[in-house]
């Protein structure tokens, strides 16, 4: 990739749209001034819950893989 200028307004804002492959960046400031933007993303505690019980999203994967295996629930009554 080569270098891009980009150019600040009064208020320190700039577009990053030459640049920018993601929506979500972190961005860290090292000494010396170099901005470091890291892509990122957002998660729900839940998400985050399920993304670190490895047993249960295993559980999920297994039945997405063999739909024949999985429980049918019953209808649900008002």
């Known amino acids: 990739m080569t ?3 980009i ?3 009064d208020r320190f804002r700039g577009s990053l749209r030459k ?4 929506h979500r960046y972190l961005v860290e ?4 001034g170099v ?3 890291r ?8 998400e985050l819950a ?3 019980n490895t047993e249960l999203s295993a559980s999920i994967e297994a039945a997405r893989r063999a739909p024949e295996n999985r429980r049918q ?3 649900r009554t008002p």
């Open 7 to 9: 150019e600040l307004d």
């Open 35 to 37: 901005l470091i933007f």
């Open 29 to 32: 400031e090292e000494p010396g």
């Open 3 to 5: 270098a891009q200028l």
């Open 50 to 52: 399920y993304e670190r």
């Open 19 to 22: 640049v920018a492959k993601h």
């Open 73 to 75: 629930r019953p209808p």
């Open 39 to 46: 892509p990122a993303v957002v998660l729900t505690e839940d």
